[in-house]
Every structure is written in structure tokens, then in C-alpha cells.
């Protein structure tokens, strides 16, 4: 069923991102998308950001991502198509731009809240079961170990040697995932977060002793 919303213009830009969405495998599918708008409406809602801003930046965030090589325009072009006006348009594209995490340590600078809203939508995207599934389906896609003992967690203070290598799907949870709860901006999307990691660090936990046959 298509995406459907009560804003014409909601509803439009919603559709064009689903079908340009529809046959990514990244990571960026349509349905990590839909699960951050829904998030993100959330988040909105109990933290009293602009709602429509903050819709279209969810359903937006990921259209210019270098990593899926679209032109930059494209956002602001399918926001016109849609009606959206030019100023909401603006705000949008700008939001969208700052949304990606840097990697650990880099200071991020986000100075709306309907930024800050979407961009904890993104990052609670990242962890919990969801999290999981997709860091797996990450490292599958690009042929990389489950995990590999040579680089176990007690390494982990050396995990900038590993980055640069082709680290295992587990070396990602600590390289990001475990971060990212401390790095979100909303007292809302903290809150969500605290389940979704607890789950994260049982998982690991667990996978590291049915490694080593413990359990
Ligand atoms: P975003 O651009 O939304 O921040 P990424 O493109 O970095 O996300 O990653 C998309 C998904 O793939 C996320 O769930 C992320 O955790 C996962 N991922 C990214 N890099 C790795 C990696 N090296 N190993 C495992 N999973 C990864
Ligand atoms: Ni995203």
C-alpha cells in the first residue's frame, strides 16, 4: 500500500521518496525510512517541534546521502514537486545535510530542534533489535565476518586501527552503536533509547558466550 498522510504535500513527497526508495538495499530502504518518520513523529510530538518540518525531514533524510550518489538538488526538487514552499523547502534541505553521524568525536551542530528531533529518529533507528538487523545485514551485503576474535572487545581501545580495516559486524556496535545513546539530543528519543541499548548490550553479551560455547 503507498505511503498515505492527511497533508497533500506530506502524502506526495512521501510517494516520491518510496518509489525512488524501493529497490535500495543499503540500509537506506524505504522501510528504515518510514520507521524514522514514524519515530521522528513521534519524538515531535511529545517535544513540541514543528510537525511538518519535521515529517518532510524524516521522509527527506536520507535522499542526498553521498553514499547513494543522487545529485544535490534532488531533495529540494521533489519538495517543489510536492508543493512544499520554498522556505520549508529550504529548512528541509538544510536539516537533511546535518543529519549523518561523523564518526565518534566530531562535535555535531544541530541547531533546530526539528533537526535534533529527526537526527535522534535516525540514530534510534540504528540500535535496538532494529539496530541489530540491519548492522548484520550491513556486513552481509559487503561479505564481512560476523565477528572475528582477532579483534575482540578487549582490543576495543585500539578500535581506530580497526575502523580503517574491514572490521567485523560486531566491531560496528562498538565503533557506534553502543555511542550513540549519549549522543541523542531529545529527553524523548533518551528515553526510547535506554530499552533498545540495554537490548543491544544482552545481545552482545550473549553472542560472545554462545562464541565461546559458554552458553
Ligand atoms: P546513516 O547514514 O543512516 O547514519 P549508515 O549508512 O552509516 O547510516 O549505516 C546504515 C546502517 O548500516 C546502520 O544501521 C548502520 O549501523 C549500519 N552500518 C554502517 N556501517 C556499518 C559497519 N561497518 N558494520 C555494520 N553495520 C554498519
Ligand atoms: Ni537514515
Do not use: C
Amino acid at each position: 500500500m503507498p505511503f498515505t498522510h492527511d497533508d497533500p504535500r506530506v502524502e506526495a513527497f512521501g510517494r516520491r521518496v518510496e518509489s525512488a526508495f524501493a529497490g535500495e538495499g543499503s540500509g537506506h530502504d524505504w522501510w528504515h525510512v518510514w520507521r524514522v518518520w514514524r519515530l521522528a513523529r513521534r519524538i515531535a510530538a511529545a517535544e513540541g517541534a514543528d510537525l511538518l518540518l519535521v515529517e518532510l525531514a524524516a521522509l527527506g533524510h536520507d535522499v542526498e546521502d553521498h553514499k547513494l550518489g543522487r545529485p544535490e538538488g534532488t531533495l529540494a526538487a521533489w519538495l517543489a514537486e510536492a508543493g512544499v514552499d520554498a522556505a520549508t523547502a529550504e529548512a528541509v534541505v538544510a536539516i537533511a545535510r546535518r543529519v549523518s553521524f561523523k564518526g565518534a568525536g566530531v562535535p555535531d551542530a544541530m541547531p533546530t530542534l526539528e533537526g535534533r528531533v529527526v537526527q535522534d529518529a535516525d540514530r534510534l533507528d540504528a540500535i535496538g533489535a532494529i539496530g541489530i538487523a540491519r548492522a548484520f545485514a550491513y556486513g552481509g551485503a559487503r561479505g564481512r565476518l560476523l565477528y572475528d576474535p582477532a579483534e575482540s572487545p578487549e582490543h576495543h581501545a585500539s578500535f581506530e586501527a580497526y575502523r580503517k580495516t574491514n572490521s567485523s559486524s560486531l566491531m560496528h556496535f562498538y565503533e557506534k552503536l553502543f555511542l550513540l545513546k549519549d549522543r541523542l539530543h531529545t529527553p524523548t528519543a533518551r528515553a526510547l533509547a535506554e530499552a533498545r541499548h540495554a537490548f543491544m548490550e544482552a545481545f552482545v553479551a550473549r553472542f560472545l558466550d554462545e562464541w565461546e560455547g559458554r552458553s
